[in-house]
């Protein structure tokens, strides 16, 4: 027995539904990221990072040890992540591409900086550093046409 195809009665359905669908408003477009200087993410991503490197080293003066320091390398890789997502709206592919991570490794420094947050102290720090980053790199809108 031949297998016929039964046309679906799409048609009916799409006229039935057509006042619906052309009332509806239309959708809002996408938020459009704030105007950056047009550095390559590559070089936003490492300002980042030695902004957090010297803001960690200004909050905790103290000499580290071998272990200590990887660690606090580390931790200073996932904050700046953490900031050029949040506050430089960055995707987590391009972030991933200027740290030369996997972007799954920035999914997870994401994920363990917002984990983090919930101590005041950190948060402040992390506050700190988002507003750092901004300022460096955005610019008022009309500032940027001067």
Do not use: W
Not at 18 to 42: C, G, M, N, W, Y
Not at 70 to 93: E, G, K, N, P
Not at 112 to 125: G, K, L, S, T
């Amino acid at each position: 027995m031949p297998h016929t195809q039964i046309p679906l009665p799409r048609n009916r359905l799409e006229t039935a539904l057509r006042p619906i669908i052309d009332d509806e408003p239309p959708a809002p477009p996408p938020e459009p990221r704030p105007p950056s200087v047009s550095l390559p993410v590559r070089i936003v991503c490492r300002t980042a990072q030695k902004i957090t490197a010297e803001m960690v080293m200004i909050a905790g003066s103290r000499m580290l040890e071998r272990r200590d320091r990887r660690r606090m390398l580390c931790h200073v890789r996932q904050i700046s992540m953490y900031a050029c997502h949040t506050a430089l709206q960055f995707s987590q592919q391009e972030i991933a591409g200027g740290f030369g991570r996997h972007r799954t490794t920035v999914a997870h420094a994401c994920m363990i900086v917002e984990q983090r947050r919930d101590d005041p102290a950190f948060d402040d720090f992390v506050s700190a550093i988002e507003r750092t980053v901004v300022s460096v790199f955005r610019f008022p809108e009309g500032a940027a046409h001067d």
